[in-house]
């Protein structure tokens, strides 16, 4: 086995066990997806104005953010 295949499929079984965590549930998986992304937001007036920080579920986020077409950006 060359070095490439060595070091390639032990990093290639990690992203297969992650993935298949996520596989398995779906939902946990977006939300967990979904905190990080408005984590890192977190420091945006967008985020700030928008109390985003109160938000746990799709639901709230929903709540939290007006539908606007482009003119009302």
Not at 38 to 65: C, G, N, P, Y
């Amino acid at each position: 086995m060359g070095i490439k295949a060595a070091i390639s499929r032990p990093l290639a079984g990690l992203a297969m066990k992650k993935f298949y965590r996520a596989y398995q549930n779906p939902v946990v998986s977006q939300l967990a997806v979904m905190q990080q992304l408005l984590d890192q937001a977190s420091v945006t007036a967008f985020h700030k104005d928008h109390h985003l920080q109160d938000v746990r579920t799709h639901a709230e986020f929903s709540a939290a953010i007006p539908v606007r077409d482009y003119e009302q950006f």
